[in-house]
């Protein structure tokens, strides 16, 4: 298992190329390498299609602190 933006390198595969082989919109494939999208399952499927790969042998890690939000929503409180 290798994170996708490791994949592309490994495989000299550009943005563009996964995007034009996946048959997703190339936003969307630069939001997820970005982590700024978490894909769908459908999303995952085109692209580890067209890796040739199963979606279980990627990692999709989604890159944001989930608890960046949560202190921006209701601030950091000092602990003294």
Do not use: C
Not at 15 to 41: K, N, Y
């Amino acid at each position: 298992m290798k994170p996708l933006d490791q994949l592309l390198d490994d495989r000299h595969l550009t943005v563009e190329d996964l995007a034009e082989q996946s048959t997703l919109p190339f936003e969307r494939v630069v939001a997820i390498l970005e982590g700024r999208w978490t894909p769908s399952p459908g999303d995952r499927k085109h692209i580890a299609g067209a890796l040739d790969l199963s979606t279980n042998e990627i990692i999709w890690g989604h890159t944001m602190d989930p608890r960046n939000i949560r202190y921006r929503q209701f601030g950091h409180r000092d602990k003294s």
